[in-house]
């Protein structure tokens, strides 16, 4: 059984950084593609980033410049670096992966964790 773990939400003011953490631990030969979906208040859950096994990486345009997405070595960790952040950024951030080798997701899914840029 896969298992997601991520950590790094939190309060940042509009402007700032920072970065979250997903690790899938023991699950070297099971992971594929990992990436990030967040979920507004009262909107739906969207896709954020995307990296696959090969290191391919995709964005939603309203991160793209901003945001960068990027995994260990092993590729059981992704990262996601968070940049001059904005209000709308705020949201509930899920990690997420998937088993095949293109950029696939949803198989698997973390507990979520809370960003919050203030204006």
């Known amino acids: 059984q896969v298992q997601l773990v991520e950590s790094g939400g939190g309060l940042v003011q509009a402007g700032g950084s920072l970065i979250l953490t997903c690790a899938a631990p023991?699950?070297?030969?099971?992971?594929?593609?990992m990436g990030w979906y967040r979920q507004a208040p009262g909107k739906q859950r969207e896709l954020v980033a995307v990296?696959?096994?090969?290191?391919?990486?995709k964005y939603t345009d309203s991160v793209k410049g901003r945001f960068t997405i990027s995994r260990d070595k092993d590729k059981i960790t992704v990262y996601l670096q968070m940049n001059s952040l904005k209000h709308e950024d705020t949201g509930v951030y899920y990690c997420?992966?998937?088993?095949?080798?293109?950029?696939?997701?949803?198989?698997?899914w973390g507990q979520g964790t809370q960003v919050t840029v203030s204006s």
């Open positions: 990296i696959s096994r090969a290191g391919s990486t």
């Open positions: 023991g699950s070297i030969f099971s992971i594929g593609a």
């Open positions: 997420s992966a998937g088993s095949g080798r293109g950029h696939g997701l949803g198989e698997y």
